[in-house]
């Protein structure tokens, strides 16, 4: 049983890879600078959104796929300690060892330790988000351990020295020609007659890690799900490198956050639907590996599964943000999003980026860590209307933004200039005869049209502090004359 008040701890996360020190706004504007990063972008999230639609336009109930996956996801979160209890259960009975971490902190040191006791000093990595967000990798190397990504985009990612910025494909900022050069200076032995074709680069990646691969005594992976009923752990992935680190090593050690939990096996066949076709644009996943603890001469001897909080109780207690807790990391929402398309994930600073990270990552490390996460959206719902568990992103957004002012407000003796003009303008809106008076004197701004452009109605640059405004947006100029007052010359008065 756990020692663990799961459900009450509400946890503080470790910093691991969640807070970047740039604000969005600045990281983005640098972003928005670089011509070829938009049209790597560009390409590459328009073809992933063309695949999606396709293999979903198949599916004649793939509305109630949707609704099942929601539902099977909500009623999980109202029970989720009692099925972190059965799996823990059922993992110990297959010979599995299941460790709680509350922290980033916590799963770092549980993994470091489990790895020392092998007496190995390399790992072979699955792909996994979580491992990311603890930075595991960096707390591996300090305690003189390697870690090897074997994830094609991972590999390229640590090869690079840089950072994922897509949940999915972590290198989707890096176009063949990029690859082609990093391979050549980074592989050992690498034909310098290599070109930029894909098969060649993949060749390329595939020989170098056939040797990790054969010697690697233990592996780390992630989890997309874990089946509380029988056990059973779930990794899908597509290019193998998965199935063989969780064969082929005598010691496997799974991270997995505790939200990815699922009462049955039934429930799995509805995510099993969901996931591919949202993420990859493919019906089913080329690997899909299932395991229940360990099983004598075949596959790992030692088993270990890292359930990590690491925030999640805290966002689990807000009714209104919990939600995002929902997400299986199909990553459907980043490939529609406009401001993601534009900046990529670098821009979130964060190791959830786009939609699902501007939710997510706040609420893991408290809006003040990551204040500028939920305003890095346009509201505009195509994220709600791909996702494959419906998550009401954008209204979550509008939670955090309000989340965030009342925090500004309780923090900050003096108000903010934009806590005064909301004031003001709530002050005036109160009153009828305020208000007109305040449209009336508002015409005096028409004598700002003239710094913009007339024809078009816009002010292009309004003067002083207002400047902020007009430098990302025009503003309209305003009418000659109010609503109210066309209302009594065409109607008469009320
Ligand atoms: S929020 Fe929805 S669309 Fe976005 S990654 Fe998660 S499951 Fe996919």
Not at 47 to 62: F, S, Y
Not at 177 to 194: G, Q, S
Request: proline residues 6%.
């Amino acid at each position: 049983m756990t020692d663990l008040p799961l459900l009450q701890i509400h946890a503080r996360p470790g910093v691991g890879m969640l807070s970047g020190t740039r604000s969005f706004p600045e990281a983005a504007r640098e972003a928005l600078a670089d011509p070829q990063l938009r049209r790597n972008l560009g390409h590459a999230t328009a073809t992933i959104r063309g695949k999606r639609a396709k293999v979903v336009a198949e599916l004649t109930d793939w509305e109630q796929l949707r609704d099942s996956g929601r539902a099977i996801k909500v009623a999980t979160m109202v029970e989720l300690d009692t099925h972190l209890e059965r799996l823990e259960e059922r993992v110990t009975a297959a010979g599995g060892v299941v460790h709680w971490a509350a922290d980033a902190d916590e799963a770092n040191a549980i993994v470091t330790r489990l790895v020392q006791a092998t007496g190995h000093r390399e790992v072979v990595k699955v792909k996994s988000m979580v491992t990311q967000e603890i930075g595991l990798n960096e707390a591996l190397l300090a305690a003189g351990i390697e870690a090897y990504e074997t994830d094609l985009a991972e590999l390229i990612v640590q090869l690079g020295d840089d950072l994922p910025s897509h949940i999915l494909v972590p290198a989707i900022h890096r176009n063949r020609a990029e690859i082609r050069r990093l391979f050549l200076r980074t592989i050992p032995d690498v034909d310098p007659a290599l070109t930029d074709d894909p098969r060649a680069l993949a060749a390329t990646a595939r020989r170098h890690l056939r040797g990790r691969f054969l010697s690697a005594k233990v592996a780390v992976s992630g989890a997309n799900f874990a089946v509380a009923e029988t056990g059973t752990l779930c990794v899908v992935e597509s290019e193998g490198n998965g199935r063989m680190c969780l064969t082929l090593p005598e010691t496997l050690i799974t991270v997995m956050g505790i939200e990815k939990v699922i009462p049955s096996w039934r429930d799995l066949e509805v995510f099993l639907q969901l996931l591919p076709r949202s993420s990859t644009g493919e019906r089913m996943n080329p690997y899909t590996s299932l395991w229940t603890g360990v099983y004598p001469g075949d596959g790992p001897q030692e088993f270990h599964l890292v359930l990590l909080d690491n925030g999640r109780t805290s966002v689990l207690a807000d009714e209104a943000g919990r939600d995002a807790l929902n997400c299986i990391r199909c990553s459907a929402c980043l490939n529609v999003c406009p401001v993601y398309e534009r900046t990529g994930g670098h821009a979130y600073g964060s190791v959830y980026p786009g939609p699902i990270g501007a939710i997510l990552s706040p609420q893991l490390t408290g809006i003040e860590d990551n204040a500028s996460l939920p305003y890095a959206s346009t509201l505009c719902g195509a994220c709600y209307d791909v996702c494959p568990v419906k998550i009401d992103i954008p209204s979550i957004l509008v939670h955090l933004r309000a989340e965030h002012v009342e925090t500004n407000r309780r923090t900050h003796r003096v108000p903010t200039p934009e806590a005064v003009a909301m004031a003001a303008a709530a002050w005036t809106m109160r009153d009828a005869g305020r208000w007109r008076r305040a449209q009336q004197s508002s015409r005096l701004g028409r004598l700002l049209g003239g710094r913009g452009d007339k024809r078009q109605g816009l002010i292009r640059s309004l003067p002083g502090p207002l400047r902020a405004w007009t430098g990302a947006r025009d503003a309209p100029r305003p009418p000659a004359e109010t609503f109210r007052e066309w209302w009594a010359r065409e109607r008469g008065a009320p």
